[in-house]
């Protein structure tokens, strides 16, 4: 299976998509996730995305059409995950799959309220050693700044700043909002409020998925 998540930032995206992703057995590729590895191992394409990362734009579009489009060769069955982000890379991402004999079998919108967003990425910690994601209130670690799964450090991500998030918001609005005319009419096409608790939000997506699979 190829499923498309997008949404707002903090709606829930790589929490959901982690979760989903071991249960249907395909290959989660966050895009945010691929960029701060670069970055952390210091490769070119990391250099050149920090600052538009570390201020809350978008990194530019044949930077990531390439990250990704190596990932979706290599792979059996993907959730994509902050990819697309703007019509461009829609439009890349169709052209690449075509050229792949691929489809996507579910493309899922999530959303949730700018209260709820913001509650989310300001309390949001990961763990520096695992990736693991943590909430300092919904999903606190059972020993605070030790993530449960590995014992490594957690951290607050640069762009969880409230006025990062500020901007990252405005990007939003302005550049991955048209997507939702880009895909609403396609069949494999679907909606989920995010706002409710993570296992609730889960079992809506799994739903749709499911249902997507036949
Ligand atoms: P990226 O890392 O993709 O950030 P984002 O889209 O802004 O999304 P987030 O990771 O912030 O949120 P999420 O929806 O995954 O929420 P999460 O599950 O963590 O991108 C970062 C940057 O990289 C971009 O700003 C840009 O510069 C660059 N970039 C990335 N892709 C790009 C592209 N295609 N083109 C160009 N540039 C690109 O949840 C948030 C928190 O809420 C967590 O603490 C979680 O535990 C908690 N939580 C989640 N769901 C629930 C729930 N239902 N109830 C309670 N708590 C919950």
Do not use: W
């Amino acid at each position: 299976m190829n499923v498309l998540l997008f949404g707002p930032p903090g709606v829930g995206k790589g929490t959901q998509g982690q979760r989903l992703a071991r249960e249907v057995g395909i290959v989660h590729l966050a895009m945010g996730d691929l960029l701060r590895e670069a970055v952390r191992q210091g490769t070119e394409a990391g250099k050149k995305a920090k600052a538009y990362m570390d201020a809350g734009e978008l990194v530019p579009d044949e930077l990531v059409v390439r990250m990704i489009e190596d990932r979706i060769h290599n792979v059996q069955g993907f959730l994509l995950d902050g990819f697309p982000r703007n019509v461009a890379q829609a439009r890349a991402l169709d052209a690449m799959l075509d050229r792949q004999g691929l489809h996507l079998d579910a493309i899922v919108f999530m959303d949730a309220s700018e209260e709820t967003l913001l509650e989310r990425l300001t309390g949001r910690l990961i763990c520096r050693a695992c990736g693991f994601g943590f909430h300092r209130h919904y999903s606190p670690p059972k020993i605070p700044g030790v993530c449960d799964q590995c014992g490594g450090e957690l951290y607050q991500r640069e762009d969880d700043r409230e006025d990062v998030i500020a901007d990252r918001l405005r990007v939003y609005r302005e550049q991955t909002a048209p997507l939702l005319s880009y895909y609403r009419n396609r069949p494999v096409f679907g909606m989920v409020d995010a706002n409710g608790g993570a296992d609730e939000v889960y079992e809506k997506l799994l739903r749709m998925v499911k249902q997507a699979d036949g």
